[in-house]
């Protein structure tokens, strides 16, 4: 099983992706600041929302 983290614009596109092995902490944070880097600062953000991991 794999995580699959991705950055979609407003049309649609992914912009970036990131895929790891386990669901870690640090891994959201470090994706976001990443992807706000290259494509600019973000309206709004979402998750997919699991109460089960609310490190997003």
């Known amino acids: 099983m794999r995580y699959l983290w991705r950055a ?3 049309e649609g596109e992914v912009l ?3 895929v790891t ?3 870690e ?3 959201a ?3 976001i600041r ?3 880097k290259r494509h ?3 309206k709004t953000i979402t998750t997919d929302g699991l ?3 609310r490190a997003p």
């Open 40 to 42: 600019g600062c973000a």
């Open 29 to 31: 944070p470090k994706f």
């Open 16 to 18: 970036e992706s990131f």
């Open 21 to 23: 092995k386990e669901r």
């Open 51 to 53: 109460r089960s991991y």
């Open 8 to 10: 979609v614009d407003h």
């Open 34 to 36: 990443k992807a706000m």
């Open 25 to 27: 902490k640090a891994a």
